[in-house]
């Protein structure tokens, strides 16, 4: 099994970045997909998700009307589309993959929201 995400980076407040989480060796389709956030000195977060079944999507507050998580069956793939960054934002962004008891995540990748 195996989650890689990619698309991190720097960018200045206001900007956007794509996030995409590659995942093989497990069903795609049948599991929830989420992207999770650590930032330093906090715990990990839940920032949004979206189902297997019928692609209910919910986020967390801080993020509602910024950002979009989807998803691509056919490319085993899910995004999370960040607009209107702000330096809250930074963070290390996760992808996690859960269908019943069995959850996966990935490695991470860092997200750096500064002028």
């Known amino acids: 099994v195996q989650l890689v995400e990619s698309g991190g980076g720097w960018v200045q407040p206001g900007g956007s970045l794509r996030l995409s989480c590659a995942a093989s060796g497990f069903t795609f389709s049948r599991y929830d997909m989420s992207w999770y956030r650590q930032a330093p000195g906090k715990e990990r977060e839940l920032v949004a998700r979206?189902?297997?079944?019928?692609?209910?999507?919910n986020y967390a507050d801080s993020v509602k009307g910024r950002f979009t998580i989807s998803r691509d069956n056919a490319k085993n793939t899910v995004y999370l589309q960040m607009n209107s960054l702000k330096p809250e934002d930074t963070a290390i962004y996760y992808c996690n993959a859960q269908y019943v008891l069995a959850k996966y995540w990935g490695q991470g990748t860092q997200v750096i929201v500064s002028s």
């Open positions: 979206i189902i297997s079944v019928g692609g209910s999507r």
